[in-house]
């Protein structure tokens, strides 16, 4: 984050003596990236986060890709994929490539372990529910609408409310930071940047867990899962400072950039990362000159994949889209509104849609879960009739 900020108790000075009230030392912990070049924070544990118990047991990672066929327009209907398990055994993967795994989570049971994404950052977009991000760097009270940005590294665990909770998942293999173009040399959001670091959340609390008993972590790396054990209460953290962390910006704050004529898709930008931008299409006032055509025009992503990722309201430019679905128009064929959507459109004021999008700038490749609920007829929508 372009940001500093730090919780609890730290020292005055980095890398020297932090003494416990009974005379030992804490346990200094740089967490950065890039080598050492990159954004970094310091936390301050009660026991070295290196001090492992037991290695527990490693299982394969890796998504299924369905046997591929001819290049179409696709629509999956994710309400239908079967989800269960905790927070992060109920993800499942649909859209993948070199870059980034896409997928939904909709969670049936508590996670009674931790998790560390050690390949890359990962972004959460809450659909429905209320819950807790609780992390080494303290909590995070999430509600729908949030994206939910937890760095690689970070050591978490999900908690939802009794209600349930409804993901879209977001996992990379590089960072997640807000546009450069909004960004000044220092890492200050602009003034013509649609959010600024007043509508980011940060952790709110933190809790220091000075607990001995057996605690599995659960750590993601190298194409498996390694699950560890240790005698310590992993969240046993008091005091952090910098400038990486977990945090949280609701849809809600992205302002919409708008203008006389149909603006194109990178003023709905919300984050970038390597090969790939996320968006966010959000309610609006529509074009005001007065021959303006409110509906997107036809046009060839040529570079890229556009996947998005439909939350709610209506999306005019499309027929036949539920809540959760999900439609990938890929690099190379055409694509544009459905017919009838442009002359509809004409004389509208406003838009109430709600989608995340998701632009990447190498192909996405389809797992054997996302064929089983696609809707194979998407393809001829567009058919004159």
Same mark, same amino acid.
């Given at each position: ?32 990236? %890039? ?19 037991? =290695? ?20 999956? %209907? ?120 007043? !509508? ?40 952090? !400072? ?14 919409? =950039? ?26 609006? %006032? ?16 040529? !570079? ?43 004389? %509208? ?37």
């Amino acid at each position: 984050m372009p940001f500093y900020n730090r919780m609890g108790e730290i020292p005055h000075k980095r890398h020297t003596q932090f003494r416990k009230p009974d005379g030992s030392l804490y346990a200094e912990q740089l967490m950065g990236t %890039k080598g050492f070049s990159g954004i970094q924070s310091l936390l301050y544990h009660h026991r070295p986060p290196t001090a492992v118990k037991e =290695i527990l047991g490693v299982q394969p990672f890796q998504p299924c890709l369905e046997e591929r066929g001819p290049l179409r327009h696709r629509h999956f %209907k994710t309400q239908a994929a079967v989800s269960s398990g905790d927070p992060i055994e109920s993800r499942v993967h649909l859209l993948v490539n070199e870059d980034v795994a896409i997928g939904v989570s909709t969670p049936t049971e508590q996670m009674n372990y931790f998790y560390r994404n050690g390949e890359g950052d990962e972004l959460l977009f809450v659909h429905e529910g209320n819950g807790r991000l609780e992390s080494v760097f303290g909590t995070i009270a999430y509600r729908p609408g949030d994206y939910l940005l937890i760095p690689i590294g970070t050591t978490y665990r999900i908690v939802p409310d009794d209600n349930g909770s409804r993901f879209l998942v977001i996992e990379t293999r590089s960072g997640i930071v807000p546009p450069k173009r909004y960004r000044n040399e220092h890492g200050q959001l602009l003034e013509h940047s649609p959010y600024c670091e007043r !509508d980011i959340r940060v952790p709110e609390q933190l809790e220091t867990f000075d607990q001995q008993g057996d605690y599995e972590v659960r750590v993601r790396a190298h194409g498996q899962i390694t699950s560890y054990l240790y005698n310590y209460h992993p969240f046993d953290v008091v005091g952090w !400072d910098g400038y990486l962390y977990p945090y949280a910006l609701n849809i809600e704050d992205f302002e919409p =950039i708008t203008g006389r004529i149909h603006q194109p898709p990178p003023v709905h930008q919300t984050f970038e990362g390597h090969n790939f931008v996320v968006c966010s299409f959000v309610p609006r %006032k529509y074009d005001y000159h007065p021959l303006a055509i409110p509906t997107p025009y036809n046009h060839s992503n040529v !570079d890229s994949d556009e996947l998005i990722y439909y939350v709610d309201g209506n999306f005019m430019s499309r027929k036949g889209i539920e809540t959760g679905s999900i439609t990938l128009h890929p690099a190379g064929i055409p694509h544009g509104p459905h017919p009838g959507t442009v002359e509809a459109s004409i004389g %509208k004021e406003e838009t109430h849609e709600l989608a995340v999008m998701v632009d990447t700038f190498r192909p996405l490749y389809a797992t054997k879960t996302a064929a089983g609920i696609e809707d194979e007829s998407y393809m001829n929508s567009w058919r004159l009739l």
